[in-house]
């Protein structure tokens, strides 16, 4: 099992950066694809971002396409999502999520073992 630790969340004005991190417990982790997920007030939990369990593939949702960067330390047991250029819209709570598959997925319902989130304000 490898349950996710968000941290790295806070305020950040239009057009900054923010990097969060996603720390596990647990054995393997590069055995694990990990995802990021965010969740904005009266939303629907959307996609942001995922890679497999050697960092080689990454995908990413539209909103976020060429902005923000999903990587990994293996030797660190951590992932991390680097965020630039933010936007108002991109306030919301993230969230890490894991799945014991080295394939990475975009689907919610792909992932297993869910953080309890971080919040990222975006002021304008």
């Known amino acids: 099992q490898v349950q996710p630790v968000e941290s790295g969340g806070g305020l950040v004005q239009a057009g900054g950066s923010l990097r969060l991190s996603c720390a596990t417990s647990?054995?393997?982790?590069?055995?694990?694809?990990m995802g990021w997920f965010r969740q904005a007030p009266g939303k629907e939990r959307e996609f942001v971002a995922a890679?497999?369990?050697?960092?080689?593939?990454?995908y990413y949702g539209n909103s976020v396409k060429g902005r923000f960067t999903i990587s990994r330390d293996n030797a660190k047991n951590t992932a991390y999502l680097q965020m630039s250029s933010l936007k108002p819209e991109d306030t919301a709570i993230y969230y890490c999520?894991?799945?014991?598959?080295?394939?990475?997925?975009?689907?919610?319902?792909?992932?297993?073992?869910w953080g309890q989130g971080t919040q990222v304000t975006v002021s304008s």
């Open positions: 647990g054995r393997s982790f590069s055995s694990y694809a």
């Open positions: 999520a894991s799945r014991p598959n080295v394939v990475a997925f975009t689907t919610r319902d792909a992932y297993y073992y």
């Open positions: 890679i497999s369990g050697s960092g080689g593939t990454t």
